[in-house]
């Protein structure tokens, strides 16, 4: 298990994530861009066929054809180096925009260079790179794509075997040449900027989230450091009065009176309770931790941790069903079963006649659901069960204990439910892969 981040190492963490949603968005427009090239790689085969055979123009099938195949090339390769991870960076998907560029002036040169009306597609490059790329990638595409427009007024291969179809303006072949890639153009540009708006607004739900779990995680870390300056603060007195009541406990007259024996014996067990919660502190903030980390099997880390809360709490009824299908090492610690006492302890105080307990493992993780006989969860907090002082409890600081439980297991890859069951009160479900317990397997 990861142990809980310093203050200074929440920052750089969270501008990993940053980075990483970023690189998320990236992955999203560059198979919008594959998307979008396959289209124009069927369109350029379709148009070129049909001036050469059914218009009579003269092109160059070969070369044209292979500037195709070279597209649909760039794009197996685009896909593959989607699927396997690779450079999804702004950088790359420039890189992809002046290789289109490239791709579309050649046809342009092979078919008449700025007299073709589809000479006007540079300017979807363009549209393209403003929507896609950081401001200096879109002006390089711009320079570039205006050099190589006023390259193609002088330099082409002119279009022969040009037949004239003259049957009113709308109808001369250019004019159409014009309409078709305005339609092109208009259609490519309406789907292509619908997406990418769709994936904008994706990502800003991403980095709103990133950033509220960036304060909570923060908060934790402040609550962290403060349990453990409460904790070292608390260790000595609580010392002392271990002693003192250790004096007592032989002193004759107190000996000689049952009620004040068993009195004493009450007032120990707390202290003692009290010394195990600071050290339970202590060890969650990295003091000490590492002697209380131990291997031991999954089913009887789970017992051992329900039979004492059991002993402290002495709930009316406690229902335990294990539903593991089979028994794994872990490495556990005091976090790990304060989190799940954390729950326990909840469910107890609304529900103190019963309080139920269920384990099973689906797949990959491990399922522990703690049920109770309460009110349950009003429907305006289930959606905001584990924020910091959400809570039904009437009190100062209230609302702390589920914002810790899911710190922890979101430290772990796990989450946090919770539901109102249809018979009454509610069930919290903590989730979490096995293999984020040292799992050996």
Known sequence: MSETPSAFEVGPRHASLLSAARMAMNRKNL????????????????????????FGISLPLPQMLGVVAFQIALNVIS??????????????????????????TIQLYLSGGATNPFVSLFLLQVILGAVLLDVWATWTIVVITGGCFIWLTENYEPISGLHSHH??????????????????????????????????????VRLKNLE???????????????????AHELGTPLATLSVILGDWDKAP???ADRSLSLDLRDVQLQLRRCKEIVSGILMASGEARGEDARRTMLNRFLEKTLADWRERRKPAA???DNRLGRDVPIVADAVLRQMIT???????????????????????????RVHDKGPGFPDHML???????????QREGAGLGLFLVVNVLRKLGGSVAAENRTSGGATVSLRFPLSALGLET
């Not at 690779?86 to 950088?91: M, Q």
């Not at 909840?346 to 103190?352: D, K, L, Q, R, T």
Request: glycine share 8%; net charge negative; proline share 1%.
């Open 31 to 54: 198979l919008l861009l594959i998307y979008l090239r396959w289209i124009a790689v069927t369109g350029q085969v379709a148009t070129i066929l049909l001036a050469h055979f059914w």
């Open 79 to 104: 896909l593959h180096r989607r699927a396997h991870g690779h450079d999804s960076s702004g950088a790359g998907l420039f890189l992809e925009l002046l290789l289109d560029v490239a791709a579309l």
């Open 167 to 204: 049957d009113g303006g709308f109808f001369d072949l250019h004019v159409q040449g014009m309409f078709v890639c305005f339609m092109l153009a208009s259609v490519l540009l309406v789907f292509f900027v619908t997406r990418i708006n769709a994936n904008l607004r994706e990502r800003d």
């Open 212 to 230: 509220r779990q960036a304060v909570e995680e923060e908060h934790v870390v402040r609550l962290g450091l403060l349990a453990s300056g409460a």
């Open 253 to 255: 007259a107190i000996k």
């Open 318 to 320: 406690l229902d335990f």
């Open 342 to 368: 954390n729950v326990l302890d909840n469910a107890i105080e609304v529900s103190p006649d019963w309080v139920g307990v269920d384990v099973s493992d689906e797949q990959v993780d491990v399922v522990i």
């Open 383 to 393: 959606a905001d069960v584990g924020k910091p002082y959400v809570s039904t409890k």
